[in-house]
């Protein structure tokens, strides 16, 4: 019975959406609402009143709908004359007969009163609260997510905008206030107040928002780059100085943002305290009451988000739910901008740091909070205000700036922003505008973070310099994903003995890459990504360290302990945790490896002393860090900090030693070196096999086993060299491959062994060595 019951609901809700969708967008727009409502004054917690829509038919049609949660309907007029009507209160439908032509335009008048209609789980809806009665214009849990229809008659959709009059009624001593720009209020001899507000922009109606309360008001200016622009602030239970504290800070978001993004279209800021809140109905945005007068960074964070649907969805508005991303991810990169232009004077690099948070959030949780990963694009209804959406949509914009670069970025924004103001776009007709703008193709980098689900994380395997040119061997690889990303550009900086820089940009489409550059110096490391422009599958921290003592990489997963340092020296250390798998060995001795390794890059000079720990948790929860890695004490008894100086060597064992219980701390290592670091369980009883090989061999191919991508390596780095590679059964398969020792080269061979001899200049053979080519 409760799964007949089931079926018959689900079946009932996707008719009731087929009919009050049914063509929309193309059969009957509306061009404008007139609401005259009464709000708790005549009956307590009860709208009262009318909505005439005026609406305007696109082609023939024979009824016209309007959306209505359940209300108490008087009488429908059409253009001032009484008509039959059918309400529906199952399928929310307000539906009358109508015999027209394309292109008319007619007014459909609503006479009704409703009480509190909250949507399931108790976001979005009308509240009528003891102090305050208020809409939130979206239902996160509940589709189509348009909630106008919650307290007024409607075509309730991301795409089907109007005008707007407001004339609200509220009890003595109360005040309604309403989106756009107020135009009169009349007191009447009852004590009630009548408040008159226009909204001239054409605007959906889940962006539309009233709130009536005992409101304090303050009315302030606010100096943006285009223009100064009106402001109310209603506040309940709130001391007036601290909220215009808070309020100070969109003194600096607002000019930044316009700078940014375009000028603010909005008739005036405004921002109301609810108690469900936050919801960025135009030009009165419910603001969570916690953070009305705070200045928690939370909450400046949440201010500055609301506040930037101002661009990305109240003036260029995602067409379909699935498209949410562009909203919600957008206002959640705002974010970001918002910090970054709060803490410009102060600490005017923060703003990486804020961004850097998120992303971490976002690797560790977001595929634990939505259930697997996902694509910011094409969210089924459950997950359209997930964490995806939302945080991670934040990172691929973040992403898009970095791969744009910052000129051309916010250059295409503006102009996206001129151009489709007050209209729809989805995640094509934005990649598609945003290509035309900058004359950047932008289709391989939405293939890959809008359309895909994942991440991409971007390593260096080698640096040489053999002669005036120095090339860099760089690699992608994946999390969350098995599907590498095309069309890459990577910043890359080189840094010189001193520490020094120069920065030069990679762009490849394969699996690994080559680029050479002639540079000021001879460089002693590089970094991919170094200043953060890419939200990547890692995360980095760097640290100059001239004095004992311990330094946390919280971000990185990582801290050292300094006991010596050499007077008026100094050591500097990048270290990046990187979320993806490390290479894997195919060597007995390992039973499994960890899903994530650790590169410590930098300068540590002679004579200094420096641990490394490396974080290690198995907590039993699903966003442990190595709970599918390690699962019992006696597992976590053989688990081991591996090392490799790069990527042309294969990982050895280095300490077992761990500092916290078995399911949380440190593995230490006495003396830290750069290199590669990662987590492996080992089996101590393996015969006759060594992780590494042998220091006096005269020539080394690393890793053994390799997927093809391998460096050779003799006494000498830069050593020009000739490879020729052999079948088991005699065949060359390989003659005469020009290479350079400690420089990685992909070969692309079948699975099976190989013997690879190697050649000095002159021709003279330097030694040979059996490889193992497995396609993994």
């Given at each position: 019975?409760?799964?007949?019951?089931?079926?018959?609901?689900?079946?009932?809700?996707?008719?009731?959406?087929?009919?009050?969708?049914?063509?929309?967008?193309?059969?009957?727009?509306?061009?404008?609402?007139?609401?005259?409502?009464?709000?708790?004054?005549?009956?307590?917690?009860?709208?009262?009143?009318?909505?005439?829509?005026?609406?305007?038919?696109?082609?023939?049609?024979?009824?016209?709908?309007?959306?209505?949660?359940?209300?108490?309907?008087?009488?429908?007029?059409?253009?001032?004359?009484?008509?039959a009507f059918v309400y529906d209160a199952l399928c929310r439908l307000v539906s009358v007969p109508y015999d027209g032509g394309v292109d008319d335009t007619v007014t459909l008048t609503v006479f009704y009163n409703k009480g509190q209609h909250v949507m399931p789980q108790g976001w979005g809806g009308f509240y009528f609260d003891d102090n305050?009665?208020?809409?939130?214009?979206?239902?996160?849990?509940?589709?189509?997510?348009?909630?106008?229809?919650?307290?007024?008659?409607?075509?309730?959709?991301?795409?089907?905008?109007?005008?707007?009059?407001?004339?609200?009624?509220?009890?003595?001593?109360?005040?309604?206030?309403?989106?756009?720009?107020?135009?009169?209020?009349?007191?009447?001899?009852?004590?009630?107040?009548?408040?008159?507000?226009?909204?001239?922009?054409?605007?959906?109606?889940?962006?539309?928002?009233?709130?009536?309360?005992?409101?304090?008001?303050?009315?302030?200016?606010?100096?943006?780059?285009?223009?100064?622009?009106?402001?109310?602030?209603?506040?309940l239970n709130h001391d007036s100085t601290s909220v215009w504290r808070t309020y100070e800070n969109m003194s600096k978001v607002i000019p930044m943002y316009e700078r940014r993004f375009g000028p603010y279209r909005w008739d005036r800021v405004g921002y109301v305290s609810t108690p469900m809140g936050s919801m960025e109905h135009v030009g009165n945005i419910a603001f969570t009451t916690n953070c009305m007068s705070s200045n928690d960074e939370a909450c400046l964070a949440t201010m500055s988000h609301e506040f930037a649907h101002s661009w990305f969805g109240n003036l260029v508005t995602c067409s379909t739910s699935q498209d949410m991303w562009i909203n919600e991810g957008g206002a959640s990169f705002c974010e970001e901008v918002a910090i970054e232009a709060m803490t410009a004077d102060t600490a005017p690099l923060y703003y990486r740091q804020f961004a850097r948070r998120n992303l971490i959030d976002v690797l560790m949780n977001t595929h634990v909070k939505d259930h697997g990963f996902k694509p910011v694009y094409g969210q089924e209804p459950l997950y359209t205000y997930g964490s995806t959406v939302y945080d991670k949509g934040a990172t691929v914009w973040h992403s898009l700036r970095g791969y744009m670069g910052d000129s051309l970025f916010y250059a295409s924004l503006r102009t996206l922003f001129e151009r489709a103001a007050f209209t729809n776009i989805d995640s094509r007709q934005l990649c598609d505008s945003l290509s035309l703008y900058s004359g950047m193709d932008l289709t391989d980098f939405f293939d890959f973070h809008v359309f895909r689900p994942g991440f991409v994380d971007y390593v260096i395997d080698s640096i040489s310099t053999p002669r005036s040119v120095t090339a860099v061997y760089l690699r992608q690889k994946l999390y969350g994903t098995d599907t590498f990303a095309t069309g890459n550009r990577v910043w890359v900086t080189f840094f010189?003995?001193?520490?020094?820089?120069?920065?030069?940009?990679?762009?490849?489409?394969?699996?690994?890459?080559?680029?050479?550059?002639?540079?000021?110096?001879?460089?002693?490391?590089?970094?991919?990504?170094?200043?953060e422009e890419?939200?990547?599958?890692?995360?980095?921290?760097?640290?100059?360290?001239?004095?004992?003592?311990?330094?946390?990489?919280?971000?990185?997963?990582f801290r050292t302990s300094v006991t010596l340092m050499p007077g008026g020296d100094s050591a500097w250390l990048h270290v990046t945790h990187h979320w993806t798998r490390p290479d894997t060995s195919y060597s007995p001795r390992y039973l499994r490896m960890a899903d994530r390794y650790w590169t410590v890059t930098g300068r540590i000079p002679d004579g200094a002393r420096l641990n490394g720990q490396f974080y290690y948790s198995r907590i039993d929860d699903d966003a442990s860090l190595d709970g599918d890695f390690v699962t019992t004490v006696n597992d976590f008894d053989k688990v081991r900090l591996l090392y490799r100086r790069d990527a042309g060597e294969e990982w050895t064992p280095v300490t077992r030693k761990h500092s916290g219980e078995g399911y949380q701390g440190y593995f230490v290592l006495t003396s830290l070196k750069v290199g590669e670091y990662t987590l492996a369980m080992v089996d101590d009883d393996a015969v006759g096999i060594d992780a590494a090989r042998p220091s006096h061999a005269a020539v080394r191919v690393c890793p053994n086993p390799s997927n093809g991508m391998v460096t050779v390596r003799t006494a000498r780095d830069g050593e020009p060299l000739t490879i020729e590679v052999v079948s088991t059964d005699g065949k060359s398969v390989v003659d005469k491959y020009k290479a350079v020792s400690g420089e990685g080269m992909m070969l692309r061979l079948p699975s099976g062994v190989y013997i690879f001899r190697i050649f000095d200049s002159e021709g003279t053979l330097k030694g040979s060595e059996k490889v193992q080519i497995m396609n993994f």
């Open positions: 019975m409760k799964r007949n019951l089931f079926i018959f609901i689900v079946f009932v809700m996707f008719f009731c959406v087929a009919q009050a969708q049914d063509n929309v967008a193309d059969s009957i727009d509306a061009l404008h609402y007139d609401l005259r409502l009464d709000i708790g004054n005549r009956t307590e917690k009860t709208i009262t009143g009318s909505a005439a829509v005026t609406l305007r038919t696109l082609r023939a049609v024979d009824t016209l709908r309007l959306e209505l949660c359940p209300s108490v309907v008087d009488s429908v007029w059409v253009d001032g004359h009484g008509v305050i009665y208020y809409n939130l214009g979206i239902a996160i849990y509940e589709y189509p997510h348009n909630v106008g229809k919650a307290w007024f008659p409607c075509r309730d959709n991301f795409y089907d905008k109007a005008t707007y009059h407001f004339e609200i009624t509220a009890k003595p001593g109360w005040k309604a206030i309403c989106t756009g720009l107020l135009d009169t209020v009349t007191y009447n001899a009852d004590g009630s107040s009548r408040w008159c507000w226009t909204l001239s922009r054409r605007t959906p109606t889940y962006l539309v928002g009233v709130a009536v309360a005992p409101f304090h008001i303050i009315e302030r200016q606010y100096e943006g780059e285009s223009s100064v622009y009106p402001a109310m602030l209603g506040f010189s003995p001193k520490l020094d820089t120069v920065r030069r940009l990679v762009t490849f489409d394969g699996i690994t890459a080559k680029a050479a550059f002639r540079l000021p110096f001879k460089p002693l490391f590089a970094i991919a990504n170094y200043d890419l939200s990547t599958a890692s995360v980095a921290q760097h640290e100059n360290i001239n004095a004992k003592g311990t330094y946390e990489f919280a971000d990185a997963l």
